[in-house]
């Protein structure tokens, strides 16, 4: 068993509580990683208020990033030492995972929102030797450790902040993943993006690097709507302020853009981005949005050749996907790390409070250091 200390939910809508935690040892298939960084993401906030119905107690955290500290028998492509960040589970052998499709894993739901391993046992307890969600994004990463297999933790090169690369795994690559691999829009091309925060702005960034030439950013604050500028957008709405649809309309030289994406997980945005495209568009929806949540579209508005798309974790294979991002960033064409700010683990719920509120874009917490095997 590996001590630790994690951040753990015991009830609906409740603060994150730091515990001290037992870590099993890796079984044959996953690694033990020591985290160094993890990305609070919108997603960790919708299961601890229950909108997906994840069972408590458990651990969040999915944007981990660390060293591995133990490998299980069966490993073959990580080693002792190496620098990884920590992405979604799956199963990598069903027909689209192995067609490089593995964010539509079949048992993606279940990989990543069960709160436990496939089988049903956890690798987390607490003091009292009591059970712990531990396989959240088969990582469960807001602590000194994390569990996770070996097809969901990718190596990376050692020469960068590794601390910062967490948020790469999950929100990030959702945004940029989302233009370079799913919606790829050509040069030239217009795209409106609902919603600025580290999502959509980091989808305005693979815009830029692609080679769009409109690219919208909507929004409701205005300081996100500036720092969207700076990173990539030519034009900006304020959709408390105007109507956004029109706005992007007049803006269009072709009466709507080329693309859309919805970051925000709300329905009646979901159909501004749809009736914001021209004829023909395509919108991508990556918000999140609460089981149940229903949106209401013009049936007319598609039949003449609008489409919308799906899109989760940016049709991405991270093993791939993910280092590219990192070289991107490199050469100075994906500054994510404009979006973050750094917290100690002890001040998580701050972390979150700040982010809900918007004050932060993606903030990143830090496990403290000391913690023994």
């Known amino acids: 068993m590996f001590e630790g200390r994690a951040a753990v939910v015991r009830g609906k809508a409740q603060p994150l509580v730091i515990e001290d935690v037992r870590y099993e040892a890796p079984r044959h298939d996953e690694v033990l ?3 160094v960084g993890t990305g609070v993401c ?19 955290g999915h944007e981990g ?27 990598g052998q069903c027909h689209n995972c192995k067609s490089g499709r593995p964010g539509y894993c ?5 990989r990543n929102f069960k709160g436990a391993r496939m089988d049903g046992s956890q690798g987390i307890c607490d003091r009292h030797g009591h059970a712990l969600g531990s396989a959240f994004f088969a990582q469960s990463s807001f602590g000194t450790f994390a569990l996770a297999t070996e097809r969901n933790a990718v190596k990376i090169r050692t020469d960068v902040p590794l601390e910062l690369m ?25 795209i409106a993006i609902f919603g600025a925060g580290s999502v959509g702005l980091s989808a305005a960034m693979a815009a830029a690097a692609v080679g769009c030439t409109t690219i919208i950013m909507v929004d409701l604050h205005d300081d996100r709507l500036r720092l969207a500028m700076e990173l990539g957008a030519t034009h900006i709405v304020n959709g408390g302020k105007e109507d956004a649809v029109a706005r992007i309309q007049e803006l269009s030289a ?15 945005v979901l159909a501004q981005a749809v009736d914001a495209l021209r004829i023909p568009g395509t919108c ?12 209401s579209l013009d049936m007319n508005t598609l039949l003449f050749g609008r489409t919308v798309r799906g899109i989760i974790e940016g049709d991405s294979v991270p093993q791939v996907f993910i280092p590219q991002l990192i070289e991107l960033w490199r050469a100075g064409r994906f500054p ?16 979150i409070e700040d982010s809900e509120s918007g004050r932060v874009l993606k903030p990143i917490v830090r496990p403290s250091t000391g913690e023994s095997a």
């Open 65 to 91: 990033a660390g060293i591995v500290e133990r490998i299980g028998a069966d490993v073959t492509t990580l080693a002792v030492g190496d620098h990884v960040v920590l992405t979604y589970g799956h199963c």
């Open 106 to 110: 079949v048992e993606f739901y279940d």
């Open 33 to 35: 990683v020591r985290i």
């Open 336 to 351: 994510f790390d404009r979006l973050v700010k750094f917290y100690d683990l002890a001040d998580i719920n701050q972390a």
């Open 42 to 60: 919108h997603t960790d906030m919708v299961v601890r208020d229950q909108g997906y119905a994840v069972p408590l107690p458990l651990v969040l």
């Open 254 to 268: 072709t009466g709507g853009v080329d693309f859309s994406l919805e970051c925000t997980g709300n329905a009646k």
């Open 284 to 295: 991508g929806l990556i918000g999140a949005a609460d089981m149940g949540v229903c949106a």
């Open 166 to 190: 967490g948020p790469l795994g999950c929100g990030v690559q959702t945004g940029a993943g989302a233009v370079l691999n799913a919606l790829k829009p050509h040069a030239g091309s217009s």
